[in-house]
């Protein structure tokens, strides 16, 4: 064997190392394969059109149209979790009526704009438009205890959520529930919360607190309702 490669050696490894290279190079290219019809119109239809639709709150994200335009505005909401307007750190607490993007969520709509918000070729991969109650109805006000500061429950008590009543704008709080044991429950991460947010924050499973706990990181100023959990009646 020859200590040295001969030219068409040489030639033949390099073109090899380049092909490689160029295949890496567009499996890393962001959205390529992330397109409006299948994965983000889902996302949309879920997360935002409830308020971005026709007659809704906000301007319509219903149609690729619609949408497409709004892209980098979009990105930059998801990203900074400003929308959908849930105002708390996911994972921190429980809640059922959680309205947040999954971290998965927000790569796919960040990957598809910056890989050209393509729309996709089939049409057949858009899902139907989501259908809309458009009526109002009363909801009872909500009971419980209201807390602002650190606050010690005087009585065992079963919490099926949380309700803001007063938060300033921007304001962010880490709230627990420390239980007498010294065990600690979070409850809820506020999160550069808008007074415009309002909605409670309710619990998958409702939240036993015995007497003794103490309620922490509630700012001084703020209130915060701890919604009392309905019992069933028994016969």
Not at 7 to 14: F, K
Not at 117 to 138: E, H, I, Q, V, Y
Not at 180 to 209: A, Q
Request: overall charge positive; some cysteine; glycine content about 8%.
């Amino acid at each position: 064997m020859t200590r040295w490669w001969r030219p068409l050696d040489r030639l033949c490894v390099a073109v090899v190392l380049l092909a490689g290279l160029s295949t890496q190079l567009r499996g890393h290219n962001p959205g390529a394969n992330i397109t409006w019809n299948r994965e983000v119109s889902r996302i949309v239809y879920e997360r935002c059109a409830s308020c971005h639709r026709p007659g809704g709150t906000a301007f319509s994200l219903m149609t690729y149209q619609d949408a497409r335009p709004h892209a980098a505005a979009i990105k930059e909401a998801v990203l900074t979790r400003r929308m959908p307007p849930w105002g708390a750190v996911k994972g921190f607490g429980d809640f059922r009526d959680d309205q947040g993007l999954t971290q998965e969520q927000i790569e796919l709509i960040t990957d598809w704009v910056e890989g050209s918000t393509p729309r996709g070729n089939n049409p057949n991969m858009l899902p139907a438009p989501p259908k809309f109650d458009t009526s109002s109805p009363r909801t009872p006000p909500a009971k419980g205890v209201v807390v602002s500061g650190d606050v010690t429950i005087d009585r065992p008590i079963t919490v099926a959520g949380l309700l803001p009543e007063r938060v300033l704008d921007g304001a962010s709080m880490q709230i627990v529930a420390e239980l007498p044991d010294g065990r600690i429950t979070p409850l809820v991460w506020l999160y550069e919360y808008r007074d415009s947010y309002r909605h409670p924050f309710l619990f998958r499973k409702p939240v036993d607190l015995p007497s003794g706990t103490v309620i922490r990181g509630v700012q001084k100023g703020s209130r915060l309702l701890l919604i009392s959990a309905v019992k069933a009646k028994t016969r």
